[in-house]
């Protein structure tokens, strides 16, 4: 049996090392414990965008993520660790009058509520965005959000959380967990077995399959969603992009593009994204997801027609029923969180992980967590 520690995290993801980096602040003994390598789940495939006007309008998601910008904004001093973080323009194209008078409403509540937000109609959009094709739109929704290189955040806490003393342990996945009178007594790697007072489970989609070691579920689904690099773009273009459609196009299919994108510090864009409906777990882009994110692209900026796509791939991408985070004690057990299905992760995260760590150790959190709860799944069914 390895040391007892105060807490064992499993999964090696931004959520994971995040809470990792919080809880050895507070002088917790702490270890994480990684299948692969750090991020390399679906953080570091992710766009790194640190988004500000497409979440939930909620008290709770609205505070974290003004404070999580606010706390994203001196990070990377904080941990020591550069990660490209820079605020952006966002614009959330609009196709239908029916999400103009949405994001119309949408616009006025974030705005109250500390996150400026305003519609600007086609000819504004199309100064703003010389390049991009505005046939068939309305205008869109702008405000600004951050962006970062996302395997550096994951990266940054990691190293931030092991000068802290946390042992942090990639290619060590969890192959077992032993429960028992309503604890989980033992966490099994191939080659150790662990136990520790509280043990957090924060394995994005894969969360479900360590839970079932344990007899226990959580109704964390996932997609299948797959983005592409191109080289360096030719063209100026000044802003994120998105579709305010963008939920709208994936629900219920099986299959289904909205396309979204950003630059990246040295000019290529990073184009998400494909999705695809499934229970299994893979990686990997299609030709199919590539060649439709690709027709998407292009038909808001034609321009880009001689520009190579560089690399593509395709990670799961992990939600729950009523698309809120799962955050809190799994309801019958003395010793066990979840964490994980943020809907905005990286905006999110820099506050909720200081609060979940504290949670962990017996702090009540600053702000009622109960809309993330697991045992609202309980209580549903
Ligand atoms: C294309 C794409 C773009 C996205 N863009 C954004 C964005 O711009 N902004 C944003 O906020 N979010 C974005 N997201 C979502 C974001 O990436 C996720 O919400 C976030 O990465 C989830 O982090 P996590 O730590 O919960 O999961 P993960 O990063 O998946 O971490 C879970 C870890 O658990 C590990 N694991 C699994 N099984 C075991 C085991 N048995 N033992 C030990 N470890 C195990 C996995 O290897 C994995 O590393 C995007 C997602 C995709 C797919």
Redesign the pocket.
């Known amino acids: 049996m390895s040391p007892t520690y105060d807490v064992i995290i499993?999964?090696?993801?931004?959520?994971?090392?995040s809470t990792a980096y919080h809880l050895a602040r507070r002088g917790a003994r702490t270890v994480l414990?990684?299948?692969?390598?750090?991020?390399?789940?679906?953080?570091?495939?992710?766009?790194?965008?640190?988004?500000t006007i497409e979440g939930h309008l909620d008290p709770l998601n609205l505070y974290l993520v003004r404070a999580g910008l606010e706390r994203l904004s001196t990070l990377e001093d904080e941990l020591g660790h550069a990660f490209s973080w820079r605020m952006v323009g966002y614009f959330c194209l609009i196709p239908s009058p029916h999400l103009w008078d949405t994001w119309t409403q949408r616009a006025r509540i974030l705005s109250e509520n500390g996150i400026p937000t305003v519609m600007v109609d086609r000819e504004e959009l199309q100064r703003a965005e010389p390049l991009l094709n505005t046939a068939g739109l309305l205008g869109a929704a702008y405000g600004q959000e951050g962006l970062l290189n996302?395997f550096h955040f994951?990266w940054a806490y990691a190293q931030a959380a092991r000068r802290l003393g946390a042992d942090i342990r990639a290619g060590?996945?969890?192959?077992g967990m032993k429960a028992a009178g309503g604890r989980v007594v033992s966490v099994e790697?191939p080659a150790e077995r662990f136990s520790a007072g509280q043990v957090m489970v924060?394995?994005?989609?894969?969360?479900p399959?360590?839970l079932a070691m344990i007899g226990e579920t959580v109704p964390i689904h996932f997609t299948h969603?797959?983005?592409f690099i191109t080289e360096r773009v030719p063209l100026a273009l000044r802003n994120t992009i998105g579709m305010a459609d963008f939920y709208e196009q994936i629900h219920g299919k099986q299959r289904a593009v909205s396309v979204g994108f950003?630059v990246e510090p040295d000019g290529a864009l990073l184009v998400?994204?494909a999705v695809t409906r499934t229970d299994t777990i893979r990686r990997g882009c299609s030709v199919w997801g590539v060649a439709g994110m690709a027709a998407h692209l292009l038909a808001l900026y034609p321009g880009l027609r001689k520009v190579r796509v560089l690399r593509g791939?395709?990670?799961?991408?992990?939600f729950t029923p009523d698309d809120e985070p799962v955050v809190g004690p799994m309801p019958g057990w003395e010793n066990l969180f979840v964490?994980?299905?943020?809907?905005?992760?990286?905006?999110?995260i820099p506050v909720l992980s200081d609060w979940v760590a504290g949670m962990m150790l017996g702090e009540e959190p600053p702000m009622d967590l109960s809309l993330y709860s697991p045992a609202r799944f309980a209580r549903a069914a």
Do not use: F
């Open positions: 499993i999964g090696g993801g931004m959520i994971g090392l414990l990684e299948a692969g390598e750090l991020g390399g789940g679906t953080s570091a495939a992710c766009s790194g965008r640190a988004q996302p994951c060590t996945p969890v192959v790697t924060a394995a994005g989609a894969w969360t399959k360590l969603a797959e983005a950003s998400t994204e791939w395709g990670v799961p991408t992990a964490y994980g299905a943020c809907l905005e992760t990286i905006p999110t």
